[in-house]
């Protein structure tokens, strides 16, 4: 598919985010004075300093400290300091100022005496910048001044400066400019592009590959003598050189060196009058096009770059930077493929070609093929080891490994042979952010946008960094300069909308959500738009929360359904589905199995996962918990060593207590998660009272960037009475109990050989002991014990516009039961031995293709050999659906499939679990073939009106409880479905949901369970739920709602009730409040406040296995939950 993005395409981020261990680098001065105010971070050109205590001039190099009171002059090019108060400067050439008093906590003051300097001030207040003209006192904010001749420009970028001097005042917001002129006041003046001014701070990636052995002619002596002073880094040498040859003898090739040379030093306008000069003497001159084609990739000029550099690789196709500026142009549209192409017609074309040669281990590795990358790195520093991308290069191939001594060697020289690439500088940044030091590498990263300040993915990453610091309003500023910047980019809109959901602002971030879709082909964006970039911290960051926090969770799962689709291997859209999943009755296997796909295909990360979010059947009232059954919202958005610990505590009516403790840790390529869950609670009537204790240990490990592998232990300790609710609240087991015990061990692997194949494997053991006793003539007491193995493999081949998911898998369960029926004395109880095992083979295959472009088919087959003591099942069944973007606006689902109900272990499977966003794995009893169909649509009437509809129906083949000795019995049962939802956001702070759903679930009258009164033969149920919910950004939140419920039953003969029908309406409230920075969440929740009372069959009716907790429960309950997030 292809995929549009911003100009970050300049020097190429190939950055696997967070992989490595890299300290602080750079010469470091003997600093005259502590703590020092000022350092130089990057220079090019000639900067020198005059110390308070001598009246000489000295050279200042990379890493000198400079002290208060001392005056540096540039005189050349550019230079980037950082000042100790957490500000940001850039230097152009001819700029001179003072450091009149620079301190960390309190005000400080810089004196420009001339020239034009850069600034990034993230301190409200702290900085008050003098010119001989005007004065800027500084609120937090990035600008620009200018002092040259008789007047001072101050230009306001983001932030407010309040500009003043003796004549007058005014204060100046983001995106004005105010001159002011010797012996006036400051006065507003309209700059239609005011970031044009810095155009002078821009980085423009190497093009030519300048070496001495290509050049001839008459002036060939001293153009040698410049290139080896320009790969000196002595720019101004280099361009004195040229100045030798006499204008007469100017020819393109001089105009184009030179070129090259000035904009190594962002002399951009110097550039294009000498990139004019060699058009005008050689009209279509395909290497001064190429030129040309880059600065307007630099400058975000897609269109005009990818047009030049097609008439540059036309005019000039044996010229290797031709084709090399067309891969700039083709990655700038995030066309990586073809980009990549050009560049091995780069190679072919001069194979001697350092430059080449780096940019195509840059493409290489942005498509995932890292030895190939290594190969094509090592081949560039083989041929010039002076070139700093290829020092870069290496150091990224080095981090995706985790060979962290040759990854720092090679940043250390990519910066010293480069300082103004920004490039090793982000990277320098994201490790020491990996290594936990978060404050330097948010530093380094500060230089990094210093270097090249229009530059999106750079913001983005900025505002990424201090939302890991917590420094909100700043990571929302960065994320808006970015949006600015490149408007077409999604990056900077998917990670606001985490951000504003963090902070309570869900409906923006729904907005921001909404765009980042629309800029990326329609799909939903889980990760920035590097594509080597693979964000596996941001990806973890579920928006799972965002949809329920809204009530849209329709919404949710339409998105998570269709990126799934698209993108089998993304654990992001798998984690969004289990996460949604959750909140719909009877898809408990479908949401353990999205949780468990999620695990085996997300990377390396820090797993804050609640025990429980695993199994399935908790028998907790759905958001009762001490935290919900979705991934929890207070993950990073950097991977980083640390250790996190998040406590969630829950409290409320009929003596429940809960709670659940989650302790994980990551350090360098293992992470590791402790988990603990428990909750408790009497229940709304006699024998209805549960205890459930859940333990796990999980470990994840990635020895190779290409092989993950992990395990998990998971026990479970439960103890419960009659938890179902049949339709009469009188109609219980007041002595049935349960007893369960379980022991789960998982072993998983996830190998990807190359970047569009992905191998995963699976493999669960169980034990589970489960004691039950019910009352009566006779008294049965029971017993069980099965051991469950499961394993399964599955391969994933992905393609921008197809994909193939095929696999299988094996599973056996052996039972072991002992029956005791236990009858008055004297009459000796009766033991009963029932052993048989459940074997279950399967192997499936589904294809997804994109054609055209609004359309995603999927094509699929599954066979199944079910076999339980004497009944089997040997079935094919076909699988078909259909997503059609119809419109802008409108999504068409639609599918047709067979299936049939697995033996599952712990009802966890790699399957895929829906086909066009109709689920095929239910909690049917082993052995059902069902048969669905489906058709829905999913709309979105504006920005904050969404609707949809969904009918399906399922024809399914049930077995029936088997009598030793006997065939087992098949019946016939059907489901009929209707669902409709309307979502309106119509305003920042305000959410309205309201969602209908008609169920109807029949059964044969004749059937066993109808015709001894346990189960009825026809149940028909509306349910409407509504809410309007409350977010203010200061934290608090609230939520008014409820659910008006109609159900009708059959009564079989053999059952007395007093009714057959009910309606009844729920009234539900919530108040909250989200804890400054992130910390956690407290919740006052109360549950059919009206305490109302009514009859209600609950989806028990039609599950097999564990039983599940009702929906709705006739009395009033309210509790009080809270979420810690500590780290």
């Not at 700029?95 to 008093?101: C, H, K, M, Q």
């Not at 900077?492 to 907005?511: C, G, M, T």
């Not at 369970?1009 to 009825?1016: A, K, L, Q, Y």
């Not at 419920?1045 to 009234?1067: A, M, Y």
């Amino acid at each position: 598919m292809r995929r549009r993005g911003g100009q970050w395409v300049r020097f190429f981020p190939v950055i696997l985010l967070g992989l490595v261990f890299f300290p602080e680098s750079g010469s470091q001065a003997a600093e005259r004075c502590v703590p020092w105010v000022a350092k130089l971070v990057s220079v090019e050109g000639t900067i020198e300093v005059k110390h308070t205590a001598q009246g000489e001039w000295s050279s200042a190099t990379l890493g000198d400290t400079f002290c208060a009171g001392d005056t540096i002059r540039l005189q050349q090019w550019r230079a980037a300091i950082r000042l100790n108060n957490e500000t940001m400067i850039r230097l152009d050439a001819g700029t001179s100022l003072t450091f009149t008093e620079v301190e960390k906590d309190t005000l400080s003051w810089l004196q420009i005496i001339q020239g034009m300097v850069h600034f990034m001030s993230r301190v409200p207040r702290s900085l008050t910048v003098t010119t001989p003209f005007v004065n800027g006192y500084i609120e937090g904010t990035e600008f620009l001044v200018e002092v040259v001749d008789e007047q001072a420009t101050i230009w306001v970028f983001e932030g407010r400066v309040y500009a003043s001097n003796d004549r007058g005042n005014l204060t100046l917001v983001s995106g004005q400019t105010a001159v002011s002129q010797a012996g006036q006041a400051p006065a507003l003046v309209t700059v239609v592009k005011p970031r044009d001014a810095v155009q002078w701070a821009l980085y423009y990636p190497p093009l030519i590959d300048y070496r001495p052995v290509d050049v001839s002619g008459s002036d060939a002596t001293i153009i040698r003598n410049a290139i080896e002073r320009y790969r000196q880094q002595d720019v101004s040498g280099a361009l004195k050189q040229m100045e030798a040859i006499a204008a007469a003898r100017r020819d393109v090739q001089f105009y184009l060196l030179r070129a090259g040379f000035l904009l190594s030093v962002g002399r951009v306008e110097q550039a294009q009058t000498d990139l004019a000069e060699a058009g005008r003497l050689e009209p279509g001159n395909g290497r001064v096009l190429a030129l040309q084609s880059l600065i307007a990739v630099v400058q975000n000029d897609k269109e005009t770059a990818l047009r030049l550099a097609r008439q540059a690789r036309e005019r000039a196709p044996d010229a290797s930077m031709t084709w090399i500026a067309l891969s700039y142009a083709y990655q700038a549209a995030f066309d990586i493929e073809k980009a990549r192409e050009s560049v091995e017609q780069a190679v072919k074309v001069e194979p001697e070609n350092a430059l080449a040669w780096a940019r195509l281990s840059e493409l290489w590795l942005s498509e995932g093929y890292l030895y190939r990358a290594l190969e094509a790195a090592e081949e560039a520093a083989t041929r010039n080891p002076d070139l700093a991308r290829t020092q870069s290069v290496l150091g990224f191939a080095y981090l995706v490994q985790i060979k962290l001594e040759k990854a720092k060697a090679a940043f250390i020289r990519a910066i010293d042979r480069d300082q103004a690439d920004p490039l090793p500088h982000l990277g320098l940044g994201l490790a020491m952010i990996r290594e936990s030091d978060l404050a330097e590498g948010r530093r380094e990263i500060e230089v990094a946008v210093s270097l090249d300040p229009n530059n999106s993915l750079l913001r983005s990453y900025l505002g990424k960094s201090y939302f890991e610091e917590r420094r909100n309003p700043l990571d929302g500023i960065q994320f808006d300069l970015a949006k600015q910047l490149d408007p077409l980019d999604p990056t900077p809109w998917f990670y606001d909308a985490i951000r504003k959901q963090s902070i309570n602002r869900p409906v923006e971030a729904l907005h921001d959500f909404r765009e980042a879709i629309e800029r990326n082909d329609n799909q939903a964006v889980f990760r920035s738009k590097l594509f080597l970039d693979q964000d596996q911290a941001a990806q973890s960051a579920s928006l799972g929360r965002l949809f329920r926090d809204l009530g849209f969770g329709q919404r949710g799962l339409v998105e998570g359904w269709y990126s799934s689709t698209l993108d089998p291997v993304s654990h992001s859209a798998h984690r969004l589905l289990a996460d949604t999943y959750a909140t719909r009755p009877r898809h408990e296997v479908a949401r353990a199995s999205e949780l468990l796909q999620s695990q085996l295909m997300q990377p390396l990360n820090i797993n804050n996962l609640q025990p429980q979010l695993a199994e399935t059947s908790l028998q907790i009232l759905e958001g009762a918990g001490p935290s919900s059954l979705t991934f929890n919202e207070f993950n990073p958005l950097f991977l980083r060593n640390r250790v996190a610990l998040q406590p969630n505590l829950l409290v409320g009516s009929q003596d429940t207590f809960s709670n659940d403790v989650v302790l994980s840790g990551l350090y360098g390529p293992v992470s590791l998660s402790l988990g603990q869950f428990h909750f408790q609670g009497d229940g709304f009537r006699s024998n209805n009272d549960v205890e459930d204790d859940i333990y796990n240990v999980f470990l994840q490990a990635a020895p190779t960037p290409w092989l993950n592998l992990q395990s998990e232990y998971r026990r479970r300790e439960r103890d419960r009475g009659d938890l179902e609710f049949k339709f009469d609240p009188n109609n219980f087991g007041a002595g049935q109990r349960e007893k369960l015990t379980q022991d789960t061990v998982r072993l998983g692997a996830r190998l990807s050989p190359a970047p569009h194949s992905d191998i995963i494997a699976s493999g669960i053991y169980s034990n589970r002991v489960e004691k039950d006793s019910t009352p009566g003539i006779p008294f049965v007491r029971a017993r069980g014990e099965a051991d469950g193995y499961q394993g399964e493999g599955q391969y994933i081949f992905n393609q921008p516009i197809w994909n193939a998911v095929l696999g299988g898998g094996w599973s056996e369960v052996k039972n072991k039961n002992l029956i005791n029926l236990e009858l008055p004395f004297p009459i000796p109880a009766e033991v009963i031995k029932d052993n048989f095992d459940i074997t279950h083979e399967n192997i499936y295959w589904y294809n997804h293709i994109q054609w055209p472009k609004q359309m995603i088919w999927t094509a699929g087959l599954s066979y199944d050999s079910f076999q339980e003591s004497t009944d089997k099942v040997k079935k094919v069944s076909p699988k078909f659906g259909l997503q059609w973007n119809a419109t802008s606006w409108a999504r068409l689902r639609a599918a047709y499939f067979q299936t049939v109900k697995r033996a599952l272990v712990v009802q966890q499977t790699i399957e895929p679990t829906h086909l066009a966003g109709f689920n095929q794995l239910f909690d049917d009893t082993n052995g059902t073939e069902s048969e669905r169909f489906g058709v829905a649509l999913d709309t979105v009437l504006t920005s904050s009106l969404y609707a949809g509809v969904e009918y399906s129906e399922r024809d399914l083949t049930v077995p029936q409880t088997l009598i030793q000795g006997l065939e087992r019995l098949r019946t016939k049962r059907t489901e009929d479905l209707f669902r409709a939802y309307l979502y309106w956001a119509p305003h920042p702070e305000w959410a309205a949901s309201a969602e209908f759903e008609y169920e109807q679930l029949k059964r044969s009258p004749s059937e066993a369970s109808v015709t001894r009164g346990n189960r009825f033969s026809n149940v028909e149920t509306f349910t409407v739920p509504l809410a309007v919910r409350y977010f203010h950004p200061n934290g608090l939140f609230a939520r008014l709602g409820g659910s008006v419920v109609s159900q009708e039953v059959d009564v079989p003969p053999g059952l007395t009730l007093t009714k057959d029908d009910d309606t009844f309406f729920l009234l539900d409230a919530a108040l909250g409040f989200r804890l400054p920075k992130r910390r956690g969440i407290i919740t006052v929740e109360g549950r059919n406040l009206l305490d109302k009372k009514f009859f209600y069959q609950d989806q028990n009716l039609v599950i097999s296995g564990d039983i599940i907790s009702p929906r709705f429960i006739p009395e009033r309950t309210v509790f009080l939950r809270v979420t810690l997030a500590l780290n």
